[in-house]
């Protein structure tokens, strides 16, 4: 069975930073292009960048020069470095599969919470 754990969220004032690690097992990391979305309250979830199996990231333009994927194969665990923290950063971050037709069952998230 496949299970994305998600952690390393918290309290963090604007300008902080936090380090969220996404750990799988039951799959490969490495195999797979992987993402880090989060969902916001009343909002519907985004995605906010993604890692390919060769590495190559992308960012969405609301985080892109503050937020950096990163992965550790041999941990099976992806990370996402967020700098500059700001309030509308505020939201639960998830990982999973970034091809939509291939994304699996959603973790419990990580809450992140921006505030001074």
């Known amino acids: 069975q496949v299970q994305f754990v998600e952690s390393g969220g918290g309290l963090v004032q604007p300008g902080g930073s936090l380090r969220l690690s996404c750990a799988a097992s039951?799959?490969?990391?490495?195999?797979?292009?992987m993402a880090w979305y989060r969902q916001a309250p009343g909002k519907q979830r985004e995605l906010v960048g993604s890692?390919?199996?060769?590495?190559?990231?992308w960012y969405a333009d609301s985080v892109k020069g503050r937020f950096a994927i990163s992965r550790d194969n041999a941990k099976n665990t992806m990370y996402l470095q967020m700098n500059n923290l700001k309030p509308e950063d505020t939201a639960v971050y998830y990982c999973?599969?970034?091809?939509?037709?291939?994304?699996?069952?959603w973790g419990q998230g990580t809450q992140v919470t921006v505030s001074s």
């Open positions: 999973n599969r970034a091809v939509a037709t291939l994304i699996l069952s």
């Open positions: 890692i390919s199996s060769g590495s190559s990231t």
């Open positions: 039951g799959t490969n990391l490495g195999f797979y292009h």
